[in-house]
């Protein structure tokens, strides 16, 4: 069996696969998981990390070997731990926050490398919050929230080629939010953050073959 995996990953890192070029059109699909914050004050400061997934879909489109624009939609789950609920009664509960979002990353994404396989990117993303829960008391909390996040996005990975139209996708991925994620909130702004580590499957979809 070691002798297999040993084999295999010895063809795949072997494998002569040219840089795109301008004009190339990648597509793929990832999947991760998230870790997940908010920025805190006051009653929030005991706020902590949630663990969770993220899965998408995106478009790369080349303008030449080094550069291309990476656009990204990608269902994104977010949240917190140990937070609070307070009810119509004023009563307050410790819970933890689910919120999720379909977001949408636009990417500078900047290639190198042997055969530009390995890349670093960065660009804003704008979120739209599909639902929120208190998940310790099972309610539904959309309306606290605000219908839409943005930030800016950051991100570096490697794609190994595994064909000469098909490569493995490995990304490390960061969030930081601008916006106030909170309908109403008198206070300090409080913020998403997240950081992801993601797999996926990138293939070459069309080759321009323009210079």
């Known amino acids: 069996m070691k002798k297999v995996l040993f084999l295999s ?26 870790l997940s914050t908010i920025s805190t004050f006051d009653n929030y ?14 478009l790369d489109f080349y303008f030449n070997e080094q550069w291309s624009i990476l656009l990204k939609a990608q269902y ?25 979002y379909i977001t949408t990353p636009l990417m500078a994404n900047f290639h190198f490398g042997r055969n530009y396989n390995w890349f670093i990117n960065f660009g804003p993303y704008v979120g739209f919050l599909v639902d929120a829960k208190a998940l310790d008391v099972d ?39 601008f ?8 206070g300090e702004t409080i913020r998403n953050g997240r950081s992801s580590l993601n797999v996926g499957i990138v293939f070459l979809l069309s080759t321009a073959n323009v210079k």
């Open 76 to 100: 994104d789950e977010k949240g917190w731990n140990n937070g609070f609920y307070e009810d119509e009664n004023f009563n307050t509960f410790d819970t933890d926050y689910s919120l999720n």
């Open 179 to 186: 916006a106030e994620i909170f309908d109403v909130n008198d």
């Open 139 to 177: 309610v539904e909390v959309k309306d606290a929230f605000n219908s839409t996040d943005f930030g800016i996005a950051l991100g570096m990975g490697v794609k190994v080629p595994v064909s000469d139209k098909a490569k493995i996708l490995f990304e490390y991925q960061a969030q930081s939010g």
């Open 9 to 34: 990953l010895a063809v795949i890192f072997s494998l002569n696969v040219t840089a795109q070029t301008k004009g190339d059109l990648e597509f793929g699909f990832h999947l991760g998981g998230n």
């Open 45 to 58: 400061d005991s706020a902590s990390s949630r663990f969770s997934f993220n899965t998408g879909g995106f």
